[in-house]
């Protein structure tokens, strides 16, 4: 196993002798707008059938708790027709297969690190460790990024499900290498049930269909292609929702929910419909927003999730309607980048339950109801770019290991209520900055109201260029946990940081250590 100097200082294990060691080179020479594949060997787009990705069976089952094993392996997967592409999946499947559980109920998740000692192509050893975003989970299990996991150990994660029902995502958050193992496929939804949710009318069951939507690049040798294009961004000529590149999905002549999770690693999004007919919007990351909105277009940064109902009664059998991307700037762009995937209409045979959405969804979550005037404080995030780094007031996350994780940006107390004001006072580039632990409510955007997606719930909120956003949220809970742009390649380059809620005692991040393989006890 290598370190680069980089690594071990994020470890906080550097010495003198190290720091002489050479910079590890994790970009291949050379950066490049085009794309590797000529043309002629690119995916057509909608010639591919939609799929979605298996849902987790648990190993097993007890009164309070579901126990899951996950197994983060290699696997060689088709996703160019015509080549191979070597990636890893959470159990082998790329995107990782969807959790679903009621609220109230405790899941375990064993997480295996059977990964290769090293990456095939980049050389760096692939810890991890395993975030689920969305979830307050306790510290110890929020997949603090320097609480790694070494190939051939494991770790067991706890999560409550007692937030409101809402569709999360885990994902690899594992230090300095979290861009890198979630474009090889380390990433899946999360699904959180509660009865409000199961109650309302909207589209359940085989009508509530899970989008994954990403973005790579692939080498001629069918390999996937790694260009930070200088730490800003990786970007890809193929677009792929659920693993597969701008599929077709047939649906009846009914309404749909789609819950659209941004996997990309700097990809952002603006949404439309080719019918020119709205999405209706109706729960943001942290659940179902107070009431619908509807919307011809919107933007989704990384990280973002939406769920959005769209209705295809409108159209004939026969007709196929588009989701199209007018992609937001600061993103590069290829000659397909601007569709994303496909519906055809084929019928009317269906079940007619759940086909509504009503004028109220959840009009008393306490999160919408919070105002400025409950804060009892403000503070400031500057999002800026600083000694070719990307930095949080200043700050990397090689600061917070360098300090012994006690560097914080905010420690508030439990139960206060605060205002953020994130700041990015750049035109060069967008952040989706996302806060670990809360729901919050977005305030405004430069001054001005939010976007009508965004009246809700959320956890992760796109500061654009020059946009200085305000958020209002109430710490519940205890303990260190993360703050970082989800653009993953500025998160590991080193746009993160942390904040501790005050709270009696509060349990160390990494106080909870992987234990090495082979697995010992029951799960
Ligand atoms: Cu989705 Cu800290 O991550
Ligand atoms: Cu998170
Ligand atoms: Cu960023």
Redesign the pocket.
């Known amino acids: 196993m290598s370190l680069s100097r980089r690594d071990l200082m994020k470890l906080g294990v550097v010495g003198g002798a190290a720091l002489a060691l050479p910079l590890e080179r994790t970009v291949r020479a050379g950066s490049s707008t085009q794309s590797r594949l000529a043309s002629s060997r690119l995916p057509r787009p909608f010639t591919l059938p939609f799929r979605v990705p298996p849902v987790l069976q648990p190993s097993r089952v007890d009164s309070t708790t579901d126990y899951y094993k996950v197994y983060m392996k290699p696997v060689m997967a088709d996703v160019v027709p015509g080549l191979k592409t070597p990636l890893w999946g959470y159990n082998g499947s790329v995107p990782g297969p969807t959790v679903k559980v009621a609220q109230g109920r405790r899941t375990v998740m064993r997480q295996v690190n059977n990964l290769p000692a090293t990456h095939p192509l980049l050389r760096y050893t692939p810890w991890t460790s395993v975030h689920l975003h969305g979830s307050p989970s306790a510290p110890e299990y929020d997949g603090y990024a320097s609480d790694i996991t070494n190939p051939g150990q494991y770790k067991d994660y706890v999560y409550p499900n007692t937030p409101t029902a809402r569709t999360l995502w885990y994902h690899d958050h594992g230090l300095h290498h979290t861009a890198e193992n979630v474009l090889m496929g380390l990433a899946a939804q999360y699904h959180l049930t509660d009865p409000l949710e199961q109650s309302l009318p909207i589209p359940h069951g085989e009508f509530d269909v899970p989008l994954v939507v990403s973005d790579a690049m692939f080498a001629t040798d069918g390999q996937l292609y790694f260009d930070n294009h200088d730490e800003s961004g990786m970007f890809g000529d193929v677009v792929l929702v659920n693993g597969v590149p701008w599929p077709v999905m047939k649906v009846k002549r009914r309404r749909y929910r789609f819950r659209l999770l941004n996997a990309s690693i700097s990809r952002s999004y603006q949404w439309s419909l080719d019918s020119g007919d709205p999405f209706v919007v109706i729960a943001t990351d942290g659940g179902l927003m107070p009431a619908p909105q509807r919307v011809r277009s919107f933007r989704q940064g990384m990280a973002e999730r939406y769920e959005v109902v769209v209705d295809f009664s409108r159209y004939p059998v026969g007709r196929r309607v588009v989701l199209g991307n007018s992609s937001p700037k600061n993103n590069i762009d290829y000659d397909n980048t601007n569709k994303v995937m496909a519906f055809d209409v084929v019928g009317d045979d269906f079940d007619p339950a759940d086909n509504a959405v009503p004028d109220q969804l959840n009009p008393t979550n306490p999160v919408m109801a919070l105002t400025a005037a409950d804060a009892v404080r403000t503070r400031k995030l500057d999002?800026v770019r600083k000694n070719s780094q990307?930095t949080i007031n200043g700050h990397t996350w090689d600061d917070v290991v360098r300090s012994r994780f006690a560097l914080v940006e905010a420690n508030p107390a439990e139960g206060d209520v605060e205002v953020w004001e994130i700041r990015n006072s750049s035109g060069g580039?967008?952040?989706?900055?996302h806060i670990h632990l809360v729901d919050f409510r977005v305030l405004d955007r430069n001054g001005a109201a939010p976007m009508a997606h965004e009246l809700g719930p959320k956890d992760v909120v796109y500061v654009g260029e020059n946009e200085t956003v305000r958020v209002v949220m109430r710490f519940e809970g205890r303990g260190k946990y993360m703050i970082h742009?989800?653009?993953l390649?500025?998160?590991d380059h080193d746009?993160m940081s942390q904040f501790e809620v005050v709270a009696g005692e509060s349990t160390d991040p990494m106080s909870d250590p992987c234990r090495s393989l082979p697995e010992d006890g029951e799960l």
Do not use: A, G, T
């Open positions: 999002l990307w580039w967008f952040h989706p900055v742009c989800h653009n390649v500025h998160e746009m």
